[in-house]
Every structure is written in structure tokens, then in C-alpha cells.
């Protein structure tokens, strides 16, 4: 499985973070949760996405999709804004065709929540980070009641 370095927001240690874990990536330093932002492709979707405890924010992209590119540093503001809330996964719709296909994504960026393996919001089209993470707070104040 793939892992990512990911720098810690509290106390700036690298941390290495595997895309697949049991329950959130913290700071082997500070301790505090850590952003969780890696890649899932047909063949590992179900362990990267799928079984994931926190609330999973699944983005369908393309290399060549100009409004992908726009959003996905607004997605990646939304994870580290949210680390230990939310783990963002990745799928490149060209490398992952199977998985565009079982969600019949139609247009990217399509972005899909999902919990527990389940796909509970779904929106296409790129947008402010502050309108993703209005989306991603109200899913999750959902999730809790």
C-alpha cells in the first residue's frame, strides 16, 4: 500500500501515512490527528475507501480536467481543516475505470461521501473550499444525530 509524508499541523513533524490504517493517522510526535489524503484505484478502493472509520471524502477526478485541478486543493484545504473527520481519497476516473463506472460518474470532479462503505452525499463540479466544507460540516452534524 501506498503512503504519503504528511506534515503535521500542531507541531510540523513529517509523518508517514499509509492509505490504508485502523482508526485515524496521528503525530508519532504531538500526537494530534493528521490529515489523511491518498489515492485509491480499482484494485484497492474497498481497503482505501470503503472500510476507512472516518467519514470518507471520495474525489472522481481526471489529469485532463481543468476544474478537477482547480478543486483539489480546495478538497485537500477541507481534509487538513478536518484531520480525524475526514480522510480524502482520490480516484483518478482513467486509472480506475471499473469505479467510474460503479458509481456512474457522468462529470468530473463528482465528490462523494460515503460511511461505513455507503454512499450518503454526492455533488459534481468543482467548488470553493468553503462551500465543500459547508457540504462536509453538515454531513457530518447528520452523522451525529
Do not use: Y
Request: a positive charge; proline letters at 7%.
Amino acid at each position: 500500500m501506498d503512503t504519503r509524508l504528511i506534515e503535521c499541523l500542531h507541531c510540523g513533524r513529517k509523518n508517514r501515512v499509509p492509505a490504508v490504517a485502523d482508526g485515524i493517522p496521528r503525530c508519532g510526535n504531538c500526537h494530534q490527528p493528521l490529515p489523511w489524503v491518498t489515492d485509491a484505484r480499482d484494485d484497492d478502493f474497498s481497503d482505501v475507501a470503503e472500510r476507512a472509520r472516518p467519514l470518507v471524502l471520495v474525489d472522481m477526478w481526471a489529469t485532463w480536467c481543468g476544474p478537477c485541478r482547480q478543486v483539489s486543493p480546495a478538497l485537500e484545504q477541507v481534509a487538513r481543516d478536518l484531520a480525524g473527520k475526514v480522510k480524502l481519497v482520490k480516484v483518478d476516473v482513467d486509472a480506475a475505470p471499473s469505479l467510474a463506472q460503479r458509481f456512474s460518474v457522468q462529470a468530473v470532479p463528482t465528490l462523494m461521501l460515503m460511511r461505513d462503505g455507503q454512499v450518503i452525499s454526492r455533488r459534481a463540479g468543482a467548488a470553493p473550499a468553503s462551500v465543500l466544507r459547508s457540504w462536509v460540516d453538515q454531513t457530518l452534524r447528520g452523522a451525529a444525530s
